[in-house]
């Protein structure tokens, strides 16, 4: 299995409140992923990685930021959470891209009331 | 956009077929094909790249057609251990760097 961990793994916390997901890999894989997974809309691509500093935004990027200082850590940020990102959250990562597996974490679930 | 995946739900007796399609309003350059268990992550079950080529996994196979843009999944000889949800996921631009799913197909299997 992929070396992936998400943590942590259920978080329950107040509308207004900063909450900040990580996502550790021990693959050395170039790009990593942030997904929401929401009942009837499957997966959908919040922020991606493509390297150390490099990020770019995904389909619902809106009230959420990344960072990725290091090439194993990939940081998704609620800055002030409300109730419609309420979710679960997977990290996954990828050798190289669209034309590679993806391997997914456990995933977070987050409650925001 | 989001590649559009059909049927929505499928009912199925141990031992029968089923076909799960994938299609999308743009070129593609591949198809990623996942399934996801009740209360788990997303597992790769195949890539089909540019060419047309068929892949197996199991009793798994797909098939890609470039010119329909569209990929089929084939579960064969079903057994409980395929029930899930099937995403089939396209790459979002021409570079590669990432995937956009589809809503998924949920597949029951009963013995």
């Known amino acids: 299995d992929a070396g992936i961990t998400q943590s942590p793994r259920h978080k329950v916390t107040e509308t207004g409140t900063p909450v900040t997901l990580r996502c550790h890999q021990t693959?050395?894989?170039?790009?990593m992923y942030w997904y929401r997974q929401d009942p009837g809309h499957g997966l959908r691509l919040i922020h991606y990685s493509y390297g150390v500093k490099d990020t770019d935004k995904g389909e619902v990027s809106d009230g959420y930021s990344v960072s990725r200082s290091k090439t194993e850590d990939f940081l998704l940020t609620l800055e002030s959470a409300t109730s419609s990102q309420t979710s679960v959250y997977f990290c996954?990562?990828?050798?190289?891209?669209?034309?590679?597996?993806?391997?997914f974490g456990d995933g977070t679930r987050l409650s925001i009331l | 956009q989001q590649p559009v995946q059909s049927p929505q739900a499928v009912i199925l007796r141990e031992g029968e077929d089923a076909v799960i399609n994938c299609s999308s309003s743009k070129a593609l350059y591949s198809v990623h094909w996942y399934r996801q268990k009740h209360g788990e992550a997303p597992v790769f079950l195949m890539i089909?790249?540019?060419?047309?080529e068929q892949k197996g996994h199991e009793k798994i196979s797909a098939s890609f057609n470039e010119k329909k843009q569209q990929s089929s999944l084939y579960l064969t000889a079903s057994q409980l251990s395929y029930s899930g949800t099937y995403f089939c996921?396209?790459?979002?631009?021409?570079?590669?760097?990432?995937?956009?799913f589809g809503k998924g197909t949920t597949l029951s299997v009963s013995s």
């Open positions: 089909l790249l540019k060419g047309g």
């Open positions: 996921g396209t790459e979002r631009n021409q570079a590669g760097t990432a995937l956009i």
């Open positions: 996954a990562i990828s050798a190289s891209g669209g034309r590679q597996p993806q391997h």
């Open positions: 693959e050395n894989h170039r790009y």
